[in-house]
């Protein structure tokens, strides 16, 4: 099968180019372990990795158009030649592997941890099945940038738009029973720019590789704050 492939060095390549590999496809393979084949061959081909399962989220990389994670992504499945090119909108480090310390900044702002105005209690926080379930379709996200680099307006304004994972996390916890901080995050999403830019094109939802709904989360996050607002 052809394999396209992104190269891009910036300490010795003055523009990117396209490196075409035909790599024999095997039962179940995945597109992982093509790009490890062509490794195999030429050990400079650079792109991040880790766990193989679909767990740690860093092998977000789009292919023929569409971000996804190639440790989960079957060769079968996709369309000869396939092109697999880095994270759109992002700095390239070198081949498919690219600079998130912007998406990381953005999640970390909507500060991703509980908050609470009482005394911590001795034990665990308790939490009813059905606040627990309020949860579910949140705390799945694996971090993988494969909906925020995915986001007209997160390409737009990166500086200004927090995208739709961090929003999909802001939501986390302003439905999260044990938070007790509601009225400064919503204070902290406020503004023409940090949640109103989403146009709710859905490109998110249709890259998340965990099936998450960030749009859903943005949606949520409206409704609360024009509920604060009467
Ligand atoms: S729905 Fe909103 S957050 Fe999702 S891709 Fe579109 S503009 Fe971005
Ligand atoms: S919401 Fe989905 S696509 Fe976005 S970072 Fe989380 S797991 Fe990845
Ligand atoms: S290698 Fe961890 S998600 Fe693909």
């Not at 052809?2 to 523009?15: G, K, L, S």
């Not at 084949?37 to 569409?66: L, P, Y």
């Not at 092109?83 to 480090?93: E, S, Y």
Request: net charge neutral; hydrophobic share 35%; proline share 7%.
């Amino acid at each position: 099968m052809e394999f396209r492939v992104w190269r891009f060095d910036p300490e010795r390549d003055r523009e990117p180019r396209m490196e075409t590999h035909h790599v024999e496809v095997t039962r179940g393979m995945m597109l992982r372990d093509a790009l490890l084949e062509i490794k195999a061959r030429d050990e400079s081909f650079t792109f991040r990795h880790s766990c193989g399962e679909g767990v740690c989220g860093s092998d977000a990389v789009n292919v023929n158009g569409r971000n996804r994670l190639a440790c989960i992504t079957p060769v079968a499945e996709l369309k000869a030649p396939v092109v697999v090119r880095p994270l759109p909108g992002r700095p390239v480090i070198r081949d498919l592997v690219v600079d998130m310390s912007q998406f990381y900044g953005q999640y970390e702002a909507v500060e991703p941890w509980l908050k609470r105005r009482e005394p911590e209690p001795e034990q665990e926080i308790l939490q009813s099945p059905a606040e627990r379930a309020r949860l579910d379709g949140l705390w799945e996200c694996i971090l993988c940038g494969c909906c925020s680099t995915s986001c007209p307006s997160f390409w737009w304004n990166p500086e200004k738009f927090l995208g739709p994972q961090a929003l999909l996390s802001a939501w986390r916890f302003l439905a999260d029973s044990r938070d007790q901080a509601e009225e400064e995050r919503l204070d902290a999403l406020d503004g023409p720019y940090r949640l109103f830019r989403c146009h709710t094109i859905m490109n998110c939802v249709e890259a998340c590789p965990k099936h998450l709904n960030p749009t859903r989360a943005i949606g949520h996050i409206r409704d609360r704050m024009l509920k604060k607002s009467v």
